[in-house]
């Protein structure tokens, strides 16, 4: 049932760069690898409401569905742009001490993560076309071998995040260290939420 071609597949999807990504990176240059690691988690846990809407169904009624579409596209398309204007806004330097730059619970980084990936509907509408293609028509019951799948893409997520959260954060010092690379991080951060917000905010249904 896990084939190598769903694993590969899965890889090369949780590996392009979205919105989870860029924020679990950011979240480690800026808070450190420790954060990153719970970025990841509530990257991951924002899949699940996905995942269990295309096992449970539901994916084809919001996919039928244009006005669910549009009010859960534009309350994603919301936040990313609240997130973009809040790094613009976001004018302090960071330190090693951490004296300047604000720690962030890890209750607040999981919920952020989670409402980034929870609040982009074509996520859903991705596994609804995604997980059938690994799963036999001629079964039954096909709830068990898709719930198995989508644990599998969840822990390849949540690692692969990881990964990426612990690199940026093994680059934090050369952050630090120059406040002309600050501006430009948060500058870039912030217009890639605002590009992706844009992005989402154009998708068709």
């Given at each position: 049932m896990i084939s190598t071609e769903f694993l590969l597949t899965s890889l090369v999807v949780v590996l392009v760069p979205g919105t989870g990504v860029l924020f679990t990176v950011s979240t480690g240059l800026l808070q450190g690898r420790r954060a990153s690691v719970f970025a990841a988690l509530g990257c991951t846990a924002g899949i699940v409401p996905h995942l269990l809407a295309t096992v449970l169904g539901m994916a084809a009624l919001m996919h039928a569905s244009a006005l669910a579409f549009q009010a859960l596209k534009f309350a994603g398309v919301a936040?990313?742009?609240?997130?973009?204007?809040?790094?613009?806004?976001?004018?302090?330097?960071?330190?090693?001490?951490?004296?300047a730059l604000e720690p962030v619970s890890a209750r607040t980084l999981v919920v952020k993560a989670f409402l980034i990936n929870i609040l982009n509907p074509k996520l859903t509408i991705?596994?609804?076309?995604?997980?059938?293609?690994?799963?036999?028509?001629?079964?039954?019951?096909?709830?068990?071998?898709?719930?198995?799948?989508?644990?599998?893409?969840?822990?390849?997520?949540?690692?692969?995040?990881?990964?990426?959260?612990?690199?940026?954060?093994?680059?934090?010092?050369?952050?630090?260290?120059?406040?002309?690379?600050?501006?430009?991080?948060?500058?870039?951060?912030?217009?890639?939420?605002?590009?992706?917000?844009?992005?989402?905010?154009v998708a068709e249904s």
């Open positions: 936040y990313l742009l609240y997130l973009a204007v809040a790094t613009w806004r976001d004018a302090s330097s960071l330190s090693l001490a951490g004296s991705f596994f609804l076309a995604f997980l059938p293609q690994f799963i036999d028509p001629a079964l039954a019951r096909p709830i068990m071998p898709m719930l198995t799948l989508s644990a599998v893409f969840m822990a390849m997520t949540f690692v692969v995040f990881c990964v990426y959260g612990q690199l940026a954060g093994a680059f934090r010092h050369h952050v630090i260290d120059s406040p002309r690379v600050q501006r430009a991080l948060r500058w870039g951060v912030g217009a890639a939420f605002a590009g992706l917000g844009a992005r989402l905010a």
